[in-house]
Structures are given as structure tokens and as C-alpha cells.
T-cell receptor
Framework: IAGITQAPTSQILAAGRRMTLRCTQD?????MYWYRQDLGLGLRLIHY???????GKGEVPDGYSVSRANTDDFPLTLASAVPSQTSVYFC???????????FGAGSRLTVL | GQQVMQIPQYQHVQEGEDFTTYCNSS?????IQWYKQRPGGHPVFLIQ?????EVKKQKRLTFQFGEAKKNSSLHITATQTTDVGTYFC??????????FGTGTRLTIIP
């Protein structure tokens, strides 16, 4: 079934540890996005990529990095996790920038 | 910055009552998209509006885009338990990034 796969589904992480959330899509979408969802704050864009080889900063990029080595994969890395990064992270993709988004199932991250 | 304000944050309705959520922006929107997120799930695209004054319907759901393209609404007629979830509006403000409102969480009292 075509779509977006995120891993892990959930993770508990000690503060200061490095963590990479994985995202893979098989729809050949050009654009990919990472959002975090927090109660009362909705969905906030962390980083995005319009096409392989390019990335851009969203609304809340600090403490996160991304790479887009190919069309399918868009990993999100927390270099040194902090408790404020406890959240649900959604990866999304679209055929082109600002088009309709398809979301993955999400990754729930808890930083202690 | 470019923001979409969404109200209310929460709404509790009796099953069978109507429900409306509103999105507002201080700047003209190039488009408005609506998504639904079921409890424990992920956002799923519902519809996109691009024209001034546009109205679209999906069964019991009615979506409107304001004449000035600065506001939008989602109205559900005669809510059912399957309508439970959080409804998000979003716009790309003419760029490549989709900015979302904070969402309206709808709960249904059977």
C-alpha cells in the first residue's frame, strides 16, 4: 500500500541522547515535511524539503536537523534531546510544495 | 509572521447537533485546506478551497472560503459519533510550506 512509513512508532529517550526519526515514502512525492504536534499548539512545521538535495527551516527548527539524500527518505535528527522535544512527530509528503499533504502515522517521542 | 487562527479550541456537542469551526487570517490566503485527525490517528486531507466565496459540500460537511479570502469555516450538520476528532485548517500563504491552525477538537456526547 502506497504511503508514508515512520519509525519508530514510539520511543522513550534520555535527555542528551541523539535520536533519528525515520520517514520513507513510496509515492514519488517531491516535497516532504516534518511537523510536531503538541496539545494546544496544533501542528508546527520543523523542517521541509521541496526536492531531493534541498531542505528548509520551518517554524520551530532549533534542535533538529534533516537531510534529503534521495526522493524517498527524509530523516529527522535530534542531536541532543531535551525534555521540551517530547511530542508526537508527523512526517508528511506532497506531490509538490504547498499541495495536498499525506501524513505518516506519527512517532511519539518522550524525552526524560 | 503568517498565522492562521482557529476557534474554538474545543467543542462538545450532543449527537445530532451541528458544529462549526472557524479559521481566520490577517492576510489574504491563496488557499485553505482542511484536515481531520481521529483520536490517536494522523491528519487526513478533507478538502481544498481556492476561490473567493467558494462553498463545497461533502455529505454533512460544508466548507466555505470568505469573500476576502481571509477566513474559512467548516460546518457539520447533525453530528455523528464518527465525526469525533480534531479538525485543522491550513494555508500555504503562497509559498511551499503549509501552515496550520491550532485545531478544533470535537467531542460528541451520545
Amino acid at each position: 500500500i502506497a504511503g508514508i512509513t515512520q519509525a519508530p512508532t514510539s520511543q522513550i529517550l534520555a535527555a542528551g541522547r541523539r535520536m533519528t526519526l525515520r520517514c520513507t515514502q513510496d509515492m514519488r512525492h517531491n516535497a516532504m515535511y516534518w511537523y510536531r504536534q503538541d496539545l494546544g499548539l496544533g501542528l508546527r512545521l520543523i523542517h521541509y524539503s521541496n526536492t531531493a538535495g534541498t531542505t528548509g527551516k520551518g517554524e520551530v527548527p532549533d534542535g533538529y536537523s534533516v537531510s534529503r539524500a534521495n526522493t524517498d527518505d527524509f530523516p529527522l535528527t535530534l542531536a541532543s534531546a531535551v525534555p521540551s522535544q517530547t511530542s508526537v512527530y508527523f512526517c508528511a509528503s506532497s506531490h509538490s510544495g504547498a499541495n495536498v499533504l499525506t501524513f505518516g502515522a506519527g512517532s511519539r517521542l518522550t524525552v526524560l | 509572521g503568517q498565522q492562521v487562527m482557529q476557534i474554538p479550541q474545543y467543542q462538545h456537542v450532543q449527537e445530532g447537533e451541528d458544529f462549526t469551526t472557524y479559521c481566520n487570517s490577517s492576510t489574504t490566503l491563496s488557499n485553505i485546506q482542511w484536515y481531520k485527525q481521529r483520536p490517536g490517528g494522523h491528519p487526513v486531507f478533507l478538502i481544498q478551497l481556492v476561490k473567493s466565496g467558494e462553498v463545497k459540500k461533502q455529505k454533512r460537511l460544508t466548507f466555505q472560503f470568505g469573500e476576502a479570502k481571509k477566513n474559512s469555516s467548516l460546518h457539520i450538520t447533525a453530528t455523528q459519533t464518527t465525526d469525533v476528532g480534531t479538525y485543522f485548517c491550513g494555508s500555504n500563504f503562497g509559498n511551499e510550506k503549509l501552515t496550520f491552525g491550532t485545531g478544533t477538537r470535537l467531542t460528541i456526547i451520545p
